[in-house]
């Protein structure tokens, strides 16, 4: 069942247009030998909205990125990124028109053994570009966002410690291990009143360098 964002931050104020709903169309889990091109789980999509991808996955060497991503065999556009490091996690969109299912398809820079995809669509979104960006690696990762009335902002974090992880700024959606490779956390909220210089935080439990993208949209 999809799960629809409800946390609202302010009561529809400074926006003279519906706020922007971010629906989960699910998550999967990839894994197996290592392969520089992956591709998720099938996900339903029940109308012609843009859809959003975040892209989590480990190499351990080598500085791993995201180089090209489809949606629905449609071409994405990378909206966010950490830095490229050991670790990596990416967001991506693409207006996703006349299907009923959707794959995300990601090819990276080096060969893993497998992502974590997670998507979404987004209802009353006015434009499927960033409006502000955070990306960071560190201990904890961190930055500062604006964001404007009736927006999302949808961050990420990867790391190669089982631990959780503590959220500041936006809601945690998941916080999970994916069984002996890496970390992957997520967070998001919605906000009715616009955002200027929002502090967003993902911190470890655990001692343990985190790789961080948020993005804002409206």
Known sequence: ????LTHLNGFNAGSSTPDVILTSLGASLEGGALSSSWTSDSFAVTANLPVVAMIHTRRGTGGIS????TIGG???TQLAASPAGN????IWGASVTGLTSIDVAAEFSLSTSGPYFRAWSLTNLLTLSARDTIS???DPASGTIDCPAGGVIIGGGTNNTNT???WT???EIVDAYSGGTYNYTQAS???ATAQTGLTIECNPASASTLYMAAVSLR
């Open 87 to 90: 670790d990596h996690v990416s």
């Open 74 to 76: 449609f071409a994405a």
């Open 189 to 191: 909220d919605a906000f």
């Open 169 to 171: 700024g936006i809601t």
């Open 136 to 138: 960071d690696t560190g």
């Open 66 to 69: 995201v180089t090209s991503c």
């Open 164 to 166: 959780t992880h503590t």
């Open 1 to 4: 069942m999809p799960l629809i």
